[in-house]
């Protein structure tokens, strides 16, 4: 079954002309693919949908979330492209699938465009097909279908109904698969082979199938056949947001500000799919604006109710046509030039036959102030730079901006000039901020707005984050456990940093350990050196290793882990450090890795901010995924040539690249930091000639 995602897409006030040389862009989102997940699920797309459009300069606007795509965008002639994403960007899953869009469109004078953006799975997917035959000839069968970043297994009880969802990356042209089990006679059966070329849309079935063998000594032949799908569009179920409310002529979301007296008719128009089954607009205040009551429903009230209302200079309609519910709540002047000087608030509920909510809350400010400070949001308060918010309050202001200092400190004030936020359509903001830089961390700072020949008592204050110092981050504490395996400190036990140290001792052998040159600073740096640990050909290679997080326990031959360490919620811009990388040429190389022998190896450094610890088990290959969830920012050093040198460690930086949605949810719990000489470790792969030395690391604000 396939879903769409339509965004409301009526034109906000039939009285609003194009201005010269616009037309207006409509855009519906649809979600498609025999693939697709379940009705409860299609919410899920619309709020993970992001929505671009490009003109022939670059990026011009980006919307996070369904419910926030406009229902008319204005733009000038000319020729664009829209693109739309939706859905969890997953190396290896048997459930997350990712969506793309992608559509050029043109716009003339006066042209209403509507554009609609298929959005087909982006991913690669594979199945399998196994005759029943299979699981009496071949016991306990795995299928193991690959690329260099990921892997999925599919058996008995999966078979039948698993589909695996790959996002390769853009190196990687080929899926692998291996076939494991036992025979009929106990020995150990394996088969491999690549299906080459493998296209975004398009569904890999493995066929199976088990000829018996003509010979009295049973035993058969199995062979592989693989059938190519293409993932066209089906069926589409419309995926719709929550009611839409937005100001006529005005940002909803900037407050209404002016002196007693000065305010203007007002009106907000609601939208929805099919209709309204409530419209509420309450206040804590209603005496102040003149209402007969704190809160009324526009959909459920009497006639008398209503009458009152208009009384009060408030008036609401509201119709539903063509599967479009549209209300219009007018405000007269009255509403607000009753109010004495003071903040205020209207909160409106809408909620549609579907039961989706949209809450949206109308901020008023009378004052005789010419400037206000408002409240700045934690996330624009970091370690050494802030924004600061203001808004005009009177029409002859000018030079608005801020004079700030330490709060408590008596110090002189520093004043900071700010610049007008971006107007709308409609009307021109009076909303005014300020980036303010130099901060110093951990330090509560008061502000002010601020104006020619005006300074508002008011004050405000922030707190800027503090630094995050890396323990032992000169790797210049060490010691040994008691089987003889070196622990980055000083105690014998793992207090920040952690290796695979512990499973490479069981055979006598440590991967990562203190080294007295090459270094930066102090006596002592980590050198992580790759190497197979074993004795003959019993053992397996182990790539040289450092992260912040604990080696929990060995498993065989493999090792569980967790990555991330508590952290302080700082938003740091980089890591930095120093070191030297020299890879070796691959000897060691498995099935599923992203490198094959006699390549050469890559090494590996990389931070990530995380709203959790990472568990990770290599047997299983549940291995950190950038794209996770949990993952706030990111950033990422590969190297496959050599770095600084053996007497020389070279300065690098890594730049956190952030999710800009998840960051504004929550502050980052825990930090992780992976180094590997080699990188495809995790898959016992890579060249034991490779050498990584790392010193002095340190996040950079």
């Known amino acids: 079954m396939g879903a769409a995602m339509g965004a409301i897409l009526s034109s906000c006030s039939a009285d609003e002309p194009l201005y010269e040389g616009e037309g207006v862009l409509k855009m519906k989102m649809v979600v498609n693919s025999t693939l697709t997940r379940a009705e409860s699920d299609q919410q899920a ?14 990026l ?42 992608y559509e050029p469109f043109t716009i003339t004078k006066g042209d209403v465009k509507n554009v609609v953006l298929n959005c087909k799975i982006a991913n690669v997917v594979a199945s399998i097909n196994p005759e029943p035959i299979i699981a009496e000839a071949l016991k306990d069968y795995k299928v193991t279908v690959s690329h260099s970043r990921g892997s999925l297994e599919f058996n008995e009880e999966n ?62 032949v199995i062979t592989v056949t693989v059938d190519d799908t293409e993932l066209l569009i089906e069926d589409t179920i419309e995926l719709t947001g929550a009611p839409a409310i937005s100001g006529v002529g005005f940002d909803i979301d900037q407050t209404l500000a002016g002196e007693q007296g000065s305010f203007v008719k007002r009106s907000l128009y ?4 099919d209709g309204l089954s409530s419209l509420l607009v309450s206040t804590p205040t209603p005496a102040a604006f003149g209402f007969p009551q704190g809160d009324f429903d526009f959909i459920t009230m009497t006639d008398q109710a209503r009458t009152n209302l208009e009384n009060a200079g408030v008036t609401c309609a509201y119709t539903v046509a063509d599967g479009k519910a549209k209300a219009r709540i007018v405000m007269e002047d009255k509403v607000f030039n009753n109010l004495a000087n003071g903040e205020y608030e209207l909160k409106l509920t809408a909620t549609d036959l579907a039961g989706k909510t949209r ?25 050494t730079h802030a924004t600061f918010h203001g808004e005009i309050m009177k029409d002859d202001v ?42 110093e961390p951990g330090t509560r700072y008061e502000y002010q707005a601020v104006c020619d020949g005006y300074e508002n008592p008011q004050i405000a204050t922030i707190t800027t984050e503090s630094v995050f110092t890396l323990p032992n981050a000169g790797f210049e504490s060490w010691s ?28 006598k052998k440590n991967v990562t350990e203190p080294v007295e040159a090459p270094k930066h600073g102090g006596s002592q740096a980590v050198r992580l050196s790759s190497q197979f640990v074993g004795m003959g050909t019993i053992g397996k290679f182990a790539a040289g290793n450092l992260f912040a997080g604990t080696y929990d326990k060995t498993v065989g031959t493999n090792g569980e882990l967790t990555f991330g360490r508590t952290y302080n919620g700082s938003r740091p811009v980089k890591l930095r450090g120093y070191l030297y990388y020299h890879p070796g040429t691959v000897d060691y190389a498995e099935s599923g890795a992203g490198v094959s022998e006699g390549q050469t190896d890559v090494g590996t450094v990389y931070v990530a901010l995380t709203t959790q610890s990472v568990p990770v088990k290599t047997k299983t290959k549940e291995l950190f995924d950038p794209n996770a ?20 460690l070279k300065e690098f930086e890594i730049t956190l690249e952030y999710n800009k949605a998840r960051e504004l949810l929550s502050r980052p719990t825990h930090l992780v930091i992976v180094a590997s000489a080699s990188k495809y470790g995790d898959y016992f792969s890579g060249s034991s000639e490779s050498v990584m030395v790392i010193d002095d690391l340190e996040l950079v604000y």
């Open 45 to 58: 797309l619309a709020d993970k949908c992001t929505v671009y459009v490009s003109g022939s300069k670059g």
């Open 398 to 439: 000018t030079n608005p901006g801020f004079r700030y200092r330490k709060a408590g400190s008596g110090a002189d004030w520093q004043f900071v000039a700010a610049v007008m936020e971006r107007p709308g359509r409609r009307a021109a903001s009076r909303a005014y901020s300020a980036q303010v830089t130099g901060l």
């Open 629 to 648: 969830s949990y993952v706030i920012a990111y950033g990422a050093l590969d190297l496959n040539s050599d770095y600084g040198t053996s007497s020389a």
């Open 159 to 220: 078979a039948k109904t698993a589909h695996g969802y790959f996002m390769l990356p853009n190196a990687d042209k080929d899926l692998k698969w291996t076939i494991t089990g036992k025979t009929e006679d106990g020995k150990d059966f394996t088969k491999s082979g690549v299906i080459e070329n493998v296209e975004r849309a398009h569904e890999y079935v493995l066929n199976i199938r088990y000829t018996p063998s003509s010979t009295t000594q049973g035993g058969g």
């Open 60 to 101: 011009l606007y980006k919307y996070e979330g369904l419910d926030n795509v406009p229902s008319d965008l204005y733009l000038k002639a000319g020729s664009y492209v829209a693109e739309a994403w939706t859905g969890d960007s997953v190396s290896a899953s048997f459930d997350a699938k990712f969506y793309k869009a």
């Open 359 to 383: 809450n949206r809350t109308l901020h008023i400010m009378v004052s005789d102030a010419s400037v206000v400070v408002k409240e700045s949001s934690w996330t624009e308060v970091y370690a």
């Open 270 to 273: 609601v939208e929805a799919f």
């Open 480 to 507: 040994k456990n008691d089987k003889g395996a070196w622990i980055p400190s000083a105690t014998g036990n793992v207090e920040f940093w952690d290796s695979g140290n512990h499973g490479s001792i069981s055979m």
